[in-house]
């Protein structure tokens, strides 16, 4: 049986709780008769903080950074629930799939 997942280990040791939600983007992933459709949730990222690329061995990544903003000392803060962090998320691709015609967007 095919498994994309095989051979991509993520140390959860290294991520802390405090960027987890971000480092873990949930990813949708549906094939139709046309093509391979992945969804990803990576709110308040912009376009140009998000990379999509094909790997060696059919492997799609989906990578980007959030920053921490900018902290005003005059600031009270009363709740942070936005992850900050780096992403990455890996995708090895079934022989089925037309790697040279890999698209990606954005929406809002």
């Given at each position: 049986m095919w498994?994309?997942?095989k051979d991509f280990h993520v140390p959860t040791s290294s991520?802390?709780?405090e960027n987890s939600a971000f480092v873990n983007t949930r990813v949708d992933w549906k094939e139709t008769q046309?093509?391979?459709?992945?969804k990803a949730d990576i709110p308040g990222l912009k376009k140009e903080e998000v990379k999509v690329q094909i790997e060696d061995d059919r492997v799609l990544q989906i990578s980007g950074e959030r920053n921490?903003?900018?902290?005003d000392k005059n600031d009270?803060?009363?709740?942070?629930d936005r992850s900050s962090g780096k992403f990455m998320r890996r995708f090895r691709l079934p022989e089925n799939a037309k790697v040279e015609?890999?698209?990606?967007?954005?929406?809002?």
């Open positions: 498994d994309p997942f991520v802390s709780a046309e093509a391979h459709v992945l921490v903003e900018k902290e009270t803060w009363h709740r942070v015609q890999v698209k990606a967007c954005m929406e809002n």
